[in-house]
Structures are given as structure tokens and as C-alpha cells.
């Protein structure tokens, strides 16, 4: 143990109690120059430093700087607002009503569903899909500038799913139109803009490229629309019947489907090209139908029990139950079955095997009636066709010529 003299004692001692002094003299300086008790140059000095502060503060959020708007967009913004700002106006939100029956059993009017459309003439013709309007006892067609009018059906085609429709535009009315663009030169990976009433959300853009051309899509079960143009643009419920646009505002297709397990864009979008619609249009317009090219025959869709019945050894293909005498496909050669049967079981009828039947059409091979009309939608009368038919275990080319008819072949399933 280290051991201390009483001199060395009372020295630490002293020391100690200086220090302590010195630190409560500190401590009660701080808190002294703490207080709000401050005298006038140290006041005046605080004072000046609030001031230099309140300058590099803003006092308000107005006194943040702002960047000037110079108007500025990129190309690509800029070709978007330029298409939006031109062709907006011409879109038009069609809903319809239904008639329906209640409890009762009375014959009332409901809402049903909504869709777009496209004024393509300054007179108020709009096209749209036929699936818009389908079983429609009331249409009516509103306008950008809030204006609605009650709309009539021009004509329909179901081939094609396509309908123009008709309103009264008010006197002096300077309606905005969409003409038709050129679909026969579009390019997988080029730009389009589709503008509709998704979710009855009126005119909204969405944008995106072509994803595929040339695309076969079954509509219903006697329709397949050929040619479709596939999109990645957002097309929902109630873009039907809007245009597919490109990066000139000229309507290069007409929004018809999407395919999604849940009703909403999935990314796979197709319209109907305008090459298809404008025929179409033109020819509802000039006959109120359109005048397709056809063949005057009776078909049956070939099964594979009708095939082990009559002995064929192909069980596809549309079989020739009858061909009207003197038209241009029994001039050409084609022929219809000479053995009845009854065919059916709930609702038998009677057709005739023993025929042609028919497995391609220039090429087309046709299995089902949807296919036999998707291969000659786009024919009108006095077109010529090859069509490839099976007849005593061999195929054959024949070629037809088309003729007009009022009404689509009477064909069977």
C-alpha cells in the first residue's frame, strides 16, 4: 500500500476543491447565457442572425424557385398530344338500353351496356362494333362537348363485327372526324394509339406498338374474323368499337376484343384493320349489307360419326348436302349428296351424303362453317375461287366464281 505524508494530504485536498470550484462556476455561466436575460449587445447580435436567417429561409411555398415552363416535350410526348388533341373529338360514347321485363312481366327499358365510336362523316355516321349495340331498343351517342343524341343502325355485319350508326347533328354543329388510314402497310413493332371510354372513363389514350398482324380470331362459333391487328395497348371494357390509331391520327383499326381471364387489358388487344372496315363501311352505307360474294350451296359440318356412317376417310371439312340447279358452283361442277337420312336428335332434319366435300378455299382449309365463311368475307360477286374438295377418295381443285345472294348460304351444323 502506497502511504501519503499529512502535507501531501492537505495539497490533494485544496486541489480538489479548486476544481470543483471552477466546474459550478462553468456550469452557472452556461445556464446564465442560456436564460432569456440577455444584455443589449447580445440581444442585437441574435437578433441580426434571425434576420440573416429569415432571408435564406422562404417564408412562404410561393417563394420557392419554380422552373419556367418553356413548353419543352419529347418527341414522342409531343406526337402523343398531337394525335390526342386532333382526333379526341371525333371519339363518341355510345350506351344503349335493352328492353327487358320485370317481376311482373312487363315490358320495361334497362340500361345495358357502353362502348365508342368514330364519326367519320361531318353528316353524324359513326362506326363502331356491332357488339356494342347488339339487341339495342335505344342508342345514344355522346359527344366531347357533353351533347348526347339518340343514335340509329345505318347497317350491321355480324362477319365482321363492324356497324355504322347515324345521329342528327345540331344545326351549325362542326363535328371532328377520323379518316381511315392505310392497314396494308402496318409493321410488327410500329406505334398505335387507342382512344375510347374504357370503364366509361370518356376518352382516354393509351399507347403501344403492334404486336402481331395477319391474326385468325373466332368470334362466335359461325364467325372468325381474319386479318385481326394484335396490340399491346390497354383496351378494356368499353374501348370496344374505338380507333386503333397510328402516329398520324389516321384510324388504321377498330378496337373489337382482348383476351383476359379477368375482363381487363392483359396486353393482348386486336382490332379489325381498316382495310376490312372500310369496304365494309361503304357497303352499309351504299346497301344497308354488305354485298359478299358467295356460293349457292346447302353444307353440313362433317363429324366424325356422319364419316364412319357414309364411309368417308376424313372425318373435316364441310360436306355439299345440296347446290341450288343452274348457279354458278353447279355450273362449275360441284356436287351435292343423293342419300338422304335424318340427321339430329332433338331437331332432325333431313341432308344429303354422298357429295363433295369441301376442305380448302384458296388455300384456306376450311374444317368448320366459321372457316367456310371467314374464307370468302372479304369476296364479292363475279371474284373466282379455288376450292379444294374431297370426292371418290381423292382431292380435287375446282374454281368457282361468286355470285351475289340477299342472304348467307342455308348451311347446317
Not at 82 to 92: D, G, H, M
Not at 196 to 223: C, W
Request: net charge positive; hydrophobic share 35%.
Amino acid at each position: 500500500m502506497k502511504l501519503y505524508s499529512k502535507k501531501q494530504l492537505v495539497t490533494y485536498s485544496i486541489s480538489t476543491g479548486i476544481l470543483a470550484a471552477v466546474a459550478v462556476s462553468v456550469v452557472f455561466t452556461f445556464f446564465k447565457n442560456d436564460s432569456p436575460k440577455k444584455s443589449g449587445k447580445e440581444i442585437s447580435a441574435v437578433e441580426k442572425n434571425q434576420s440573416e436567417l429569415k432571408e435564406e429561409i422562404p417564408q412562404t411555398f410561393e417563394a420557392f424557385p419554380v422552373a419556367a415552363e418553356n413548353g419543352s416535350y419529347t418527341q414522342d410526348e409531343s406526337q402523343n398530344i398531337s394525335v390526342y388533341e386532333k382526333c379526341n373529338e371525333a371519339v363518341v360514347n355510345i350506351t344503349t338500353k335493352v328492353m327487358g321485363y320485370n317481376w311482373f312481366y312487363e315490358p320495361i327499358v334497362t340500361e345495358s351496356g357502353s362502348g365508342s365510336g368514330s364519326i367519320i362523316d361531318k353528316r353524324g355516321y359513326v362506326v363502331t362494333n356491332v357488339h356494342v349495340i347488339e339487341k339495342a331498343s335505344v342508342i345514344n351517342i355522346s359527344l366531347a362537348d357533353g351533347t348526347t343524341y339518340e343514335g340509329t343502325v345505318v347497317g350491321q355485319d355480324i362477319e365482321s363485327d363492324i356497324a355504322v350508326l347515324k345521329f342528327e347533328p345540331a344545326k351549325g354543329a362542326d363535328l371532328k372526324t377520323i379518316s381511315f388510314g392505310n392497314s396494308g402497310s402496318l409493321k410488327v413493332g410500329q406505334k398505335v394509339i387507342a382512344i375510347g371510354n374504357p370503364f366509361a372513363l370518356e376518352r382516354t389514350m393509351t399507347t403501344g406498338i403492334i404486336s402481331g398482324l395477319g391474326r385468325p380470331i373466332q368470334k362466335s362459333a359461325n364467325v372468325i374474323i381474319r386479318n385481326m391487328i394484335q396490340t399491346d395497348a390497354a383496351i378494356n371494357p368499353g374501348n370496344s368499337g374505338g380507333p386503333l390509331l397510328d402516329s398520324q391520327g389516321r384510324m388504321i383499326g377498330i378496337n373489337t376484343m382482348i383476351y383476359s381471364s379477368s375482363g381487363s387489358s392483359a396486353g393482348v388487344g386486336f382490332a379489325i384493320p381498316a382495310s376490312t372496315a372500310r369496304r365494309v363501311v361503304s357497303d352499309l352505307l351504299k346497301y344497308g349489307k354488305v354485298n359478299r360474294g358467295t356460293m349457292k350451296l346447302s353444307l353440313v359440318q362433317n363429324t366424325a360419326r356422319i364419316a364412319n356412317f357414309a364411309g368417308y376417310e376424313i372425318s373435316s371439312g364441310m360436306i355439299v348436302s345440296s347446290v341450288k340447279k343452274g348457279s354458278k358452283a353447279d355450273q362449275a361442277g360441284i356436287k351435292g349428296g343423293t342419300q338422304a337420312v335424318q340427321y339430329g336428335t332433338f331437331y332432325p332434319q333431313t341432308i344429303y351424303l354422298g357429295g363433295d366435300i369441301i376442305t380448302e378455299i384458296n388455300g384456306i382449309k376450311i374444317s368448320k362453317l366459321a372457316d367456310y365463311y371467314s374464307a370468302i368475307e372479304d369476296k364479292v360477286p363475279g371474284d373466282v375461287v379455288t376450292v379444294t374438295v374431297y370426292r371418290n377418295r381423292k382431292f380435287e381443285k375446282i374454281k368457282i366464281e361468286l355470285e351475289a345472294s340477299s342472304n348467307s348460304p342455308n348451311a347446317s351444323i
